[in-house]
């Protein structure tokens, strides 16, 4: 029994969840749900933008379905993301995004990459300050060896998981069942980005660690790439890639271009990735300009339920929601973001028909 709590949050969330959770009741597993609040109409009513109940809640769940939480954009005292706070609390120090090539206008085709992004440090530990009477800001960034060489670990041991994975599904389990096999086809690459050439420091630090981590993966092919060729390169040759592992910055950055190369913010999901947890959510937000109106595109959030199971190394499962999506962005419906008219209750359904051709055969 697999207990995923669903976490809808705000605008478009509180569609596409109930969506994506209706596929994955038709997936012919034990799934348990726990239904849990966050964001800011959460934090309107309750001052909590993330309740300790949903923590609580959180704890007592294998992992977890996100929607989106809308921020204002002025800062508000007391308010901050949820979803920035569960990554430290739940330990989710992987930031995990598949890119695959989608049957749809504006997708690049024969990509296949999947960005590993470190999910706790670098810049974002918002270390900020003013100085100078307000006219100087500074912000601290932090690096750790301890960080940096357990998100390469991670890249290292999904790269040794996608030579079987390759031409399917990407694989994101949590390696416990791997056996690897030393002559299995092509090997997927991994590439390091940094800035270890400016930033000798920092970027040294991660650089480094990384390469020492791809010391005890030799089978495995490894590269670096400072980040400004590779923002070039993966808009130039996505194809190229396999796996990509970055800092929290360079990766959030190169996650959501690279999301612009396979169809873009309604299709992509990502997996924020512990040791004994998952969070998978949309890599779209709140989008207020549609919600309320039954026409956001739940195929994100459909695929981010997958990761859910792949990480879980229910691959079949998995494989049968990628394959349905896949299905049906070929041939519609399509919501409006795509072109269609369909509404997201429609594509979603359509998804769970061919789900149950696939599972049939
Ligand atoms: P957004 O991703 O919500 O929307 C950008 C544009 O894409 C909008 O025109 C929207 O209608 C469209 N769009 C997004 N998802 C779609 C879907 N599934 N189907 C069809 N169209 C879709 O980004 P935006 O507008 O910058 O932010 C809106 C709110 O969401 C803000 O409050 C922001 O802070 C929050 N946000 C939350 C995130 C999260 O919870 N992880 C991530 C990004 C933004
Ligand atoms: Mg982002």
New binding site residues.
Partial sequence: MYRIALIP?????KE?VPAAARVLEEIGLPLHFVELEA??ETFQRTGHALPEETVAGLKSCHGAL????????HRVPGYS?P?VALRRILDLYANLRPLVSAPVPGSRPGVELLIVRENTECLYVKRERLEDNGDTAIAERVITRRASERIARMAFVLAGQRQRAKGGVPSIDSGRRLSLSEEAGKRALVTVVHKANVLSVTDGLFREAALAVAAEFPHIPVEEQLVDSMAYRMILEPERYDVVVAPNLYGDILSDAGAALVG???LIPSANVGDEFVLA???????????GQG???????IRAAGLLLARWGESAAAQAIEQAVLSVLADGPR???LGGTAG?EEVAEEVIGRLEIEASR
């Avoid at 949050?9 to 969330?13: N, V």
């Avoid at 996100?66 to 954009?73: I, L």
């Fill in positions: 949050g705000d605008g478009i969330g596409v964001g800011w996100f929607g989106a939480v809308s921020s204002p954009s993301s979803i873009g913010l309604g959510e949309p890599v779209h937000g709140s989008a207020p300009d549609i919600a026409i956001a595109n739940p195929i994100a959030t919501t409006r973001d997201t």
